[in-house]
């Protein structure tokens, strides 16, 4: 958490409602990192990656990205910033051709470098014109993770990546986070603890809206990950 | 739709409705163009952006009374009413968009009906002194004959009516494969999604409530020039869910839905109106019917057909 963090949280409170979610988060993410966050369902994982995304308005404390703070920006000026996330639920703009979903993403970051996307995941470049509605689980969550590559974003929000996947395409998705990570610092929520403990250079294990572990080096393991699910 | 290409599709559509003009009266053919031009901007509201609204007429109302002040008090040239209706009709909504497009769907619904009902009664009683209320503006004989085209002549309104569709319906083609029409897609399939790519759904919803609704002003001022009267009971409650029917009977968020809706809705209220006096009994059990069959319209379950039968030829 020191000067060179591209992404810093600082006591973050959060709430929907009456209800309090997130109590006092602190972390930091430098450029190049994996930073995952662990925990069981309903830990607050998820509201802890849309209070930084700017999609949870109730929020109190300190995020900022690169020096500027996003706290009070709207999420889609906070997108155009480039921090980009990639929600768990995997829809797509089912109605929109590949092609036409990416279009969206190329448009609002005018980056239309789709070589680079399609050199990550080659399959998309054969389903271009196919409805996104038609793709399966992997081939969802590639073109979520392609569309939010454009742009070159600083820091990649995502939640859940393999959740429901085949072995093949998690394993596919590993390669691609350990490549991406050369461009965008990476903040993971994720339950698959080999593949968080395989990709990341730190892990925060959240516990009941708070952080109750951060683990580096050799403390990264999966069975140490395991204690705090 | 591939291999029905859209440019055949438009030639098409438009032939039948020159031909409607040959077989059937004038002024059969021209409340058809009119109410296609109205219905469009419903359409797009609810095709693209998955807005219903239930207060259309106050848009038409708006586009008919500011061609008619126009032309009753100020001037006598129709064109010039034209773009007056259309001016009035981008003010409105740029007045009203920012407020109702933050709205969720049903409740965008309501308030646009609360907007109709709230201007018919301003055009009925508040204003009645300049609106002139239930005996409403009369101003045929103000206008005055325009070169090259006259449309104050019911013969050549119907060509200019029916350039303006062409117009108006290459405007929504053109619109539907644009981007923009993408992200008004993609705003009505995930409002979140859109956001999470950098887009704002204010700007992308009141933008098309801005483009629907000035179509919809543009329809009420060809109808005040057309008619050559205007009156309150073009918004009163019971006119406002007529758009809503067209579009569904059409086919919501089909391009020839409008213009297919209008010609069967038109239709089936002159026969109809003939043979039973509540013609919109039948109307009722026709939309019943079509939402249960599949929620398609008339246009949306001809077209995969028509598709298949021009591949064949192809």
Redesign the interface.
Known sequence: MNQTDILTVRSLNASYGESKVLFDISLGVKPGQVVSCVGRNGAGKSTLLKSIAGFIRSVSGEVTCDGTSLLGIRAYDIAKLGIKYIPQDKKVFSDLTVRENLELGSYATKDYNWDMVTDYFPKLKTLLDRKAGFLSGGERQMLMVGRALLGSPKVLLIDEPTEGLAPSVVSHLKTVFGELKKKSALVIVEQNLPLVCAISEKIYAIKEGRIVAELVGDAIQANVCEGYL | MNAFRWWRGILLAFFLVALIRVFLPLPFSNEVVIFSIYVMGCSFLLGQVGFISFGQPAYLATGAYATAFYLFYFGTNPFAGILIGIAAGIVMSLIVGPLFVRLRSDYFALVNLALAVIIYYMMQKVLAPITQGDNGLWFLTNMKSTPILDISRPKEFYLFAFLVALGVWALYKYLNDT?YG??C??SK??E??????????FKIRLLAFVIANTTTALAGSLYAIYLGFVSPEMTSAHRCADPVVVTILGGVGTLFGPLVGAFAFTGMKDLISNLIGNWELFIGFLLVFIMLAGEKGIWGSLEPRLARLFTKRA
Not at chain 2, 192 to 201: A, H, P, R
């Open positions: 981007l993408a992200c897609l993609a399939i995930n979140d999604k859109v956001t999470f790519l950098g887009y704002s759904n």
